[in-house]
Every structure is written in structure tokens, then in C-alpha cells.
């Protein structure tokens, strides 16, 4: 199985400030990597697929990079709806999450 | 516009078992693998297998092997998980959701709360 080790578990910041999550493969998945948000009591919301592949309506201050074992999510200029938590998908072999990262104020 | 409408929150006692429906709409069911997601209190997502509404081939991770069942009913457009000797670890949510192929989930259900309690 190919697991996925994001970090950090938690990030504080502020309204404005630029954020970066990491998310490392322990092999290689290609491009199959997306990301998604999730906020308390609801399901996760796909952001970004293929890397890098902003979905319809996801503001562009969310950016995401990398290859083969090593992706980051970037998200610019930081708005009080991005407070939430992220995690990365390698669908890749079948499919495995990282542990989340909890963006807070 | 593309739905997954999951059954009502459950009960149940250890040892016992609970199967939860993903009504699919708005799209073609044969074109989506369905996919099982968890999520215990306060913890990650945890993948645990999928359907392919298509031939009704199956596929778990590894921890769920043996202990979980996907079906799926091409008349109603309906997967139902079946997830039996249910211990206090699978207090969970649980959602499903749709990917096309070697893709992400791009809709999800809005999950279904499992409570397993004596």
C-alpha cells in the first residue's frame, strides 16, 4: 500500500498570509494526486486533481505542485472561508489519504 | 445535478452488523466507480474500497478485507456497504463517493454517522 505523510498536523495563520501543506508518496504516483477541503460536519470538497488541476469554482489563490513522491498545496493570500482542514489523495493504487491539516486562525 | 443520497445514522451493538445505502442521480451510474470513505471522531479519512457499478467487481483495503461487502442494484442506481462484527473502532462516518476511473472523488454523500455502543 502507498501510504501518504502530510504535514504539518496543524497550521496557524492569518487572514492574508501565504500557506503551504506538503504531502510525501511512499512511492511514486505519477500525477494521480489531488487535494481536498473539508470543514466541520460535512464531506470532503475537491479542490484540486491531477497535481495540479484546479476544479471548476476553486479560487485561484489555491495552488498545487510537485511530481512523483513530493506535492504541496499553496494557498495564497489566505480569506477566513480557507480555515478548514486538507488532505491529499494519491489514487494512484486504489486509494490513500494523508492525515489532514488543520488550517486554523 | 449529480446526487449521492446516503440511508439515516445507525445504532448498533457490538458484533453486530450495518449496511448503508448511496442512492446515485443526475449521472449515468455504469460510468463511476463508487467508493467508501470513513472518518472516526476527530480522525482522518480512511479509504475502504470501491464498486464498479458496471460488472459489480469489487476491491478493499486491506484492514477491510473479510468484513465488508459492496453491492450494487443497477435498477434503483444503489450501492449499499455492508460492514459486519462490528467492534467500538467503527464508530465512524462514513461516505460514499464517485470517481471516473483512475480519478479523484469528485462528489461525495453526505455521509452516514455509525455509533457502535453496548
Known amino acids: 500500500d502507498i501510504q501518504m505523510t502530510q504535514s504539518p498536523a496543524t497550521l496557524s495563520a492569518f487572514v492574508g498570509d501565504t500557506v503551504t501543506i506538503t504531502c510525501r508518496a511512499s512511492?511514486?504516483?505519477?500525477?494521480?494526486l489531488a487535494w481536498y477541503q473539508q470543514k466541520p460536519g460535512k464531506a470532503p470538497k475537491l479542490l484540486i486533481s491531477?497535481?495540479?488541476t484546479l476544479q471548476a469554482g476553486v479560487p485561484s489563490r489555491f495552488r498545487g505542485s510537485g511530481s512523483r513522491t513530493e506535492f504541496t498545496l499553496t494557498i495564497s493570500s489566505l480569506q477566513p472561508d480557507d480555515f478548514a482542514t486538507y488532505y491529499c489523495?494519491?489514487?494512484?493504487?486504489?486509494?490513500?489519504f494523508g492525515q489532514g491539516t488543520r488550517v486554523e486562525i | 445535478q449529480v446526487q449521492l443520497a446516503q440511508s439515516g445514522a445507525e445504532v448498533k451493538n457490538p458484533g453486530a452488523s450495518v449496511k448503508i445505502s448511496c442512492k446515485a442521480s443526475?449521472?449515468?451510474?455504469?460510468?463511476?466507480?463508487v467508493h467508501w470513505v470513513r472518518q472516526a471522531p476527530g480522525q482522518g479519512l480512511e479509504w475502504m474500497g470501491m464498486?464498479?457499478?458496471?460488472?459489480?467487481?469489487?476491491t478493499f483495503g486491506q484492514r477491510f478485507q473479510g468484513r465488508v461487502a459492496l453491492t450494487r442494484d443497477t435498477s434503483t442506481d444503489t450501492v449499499e456497504m455492508d460492514l459486519s462484527s462490528l467492534t467500538s473502532d467503527d464508530t465512524a462516518i462514513y461516505f460514499c463517493?464517485?470517481?471516473?476511473?483512475?480519478?479523484?472523488?469528485?462528489?461525495w454523500g453526505q455521509g452516514t454517522l455509525v455509533t457502535v455502543s453496548s
Open positions: 491531477d497535481v495540479s
Open positions: 443526475g449521472y449515468t451510474f455504469s460510468n463511476f466507480f
Open positions: 489523495h494519491q489514487y494512484e493504487d486504489y486509494s490513500t
Open positions: 512511492q511514486n504516483v505519477r500525477y494521480w
Open positions: 464498486i464498479n457499478p458496471t460488472d459489480g467487481v469489487t
Open positions: 463517493a464517485r470517481a471516473a476511473g483512475t480519478a479523484p472523488f469528485d462528489y
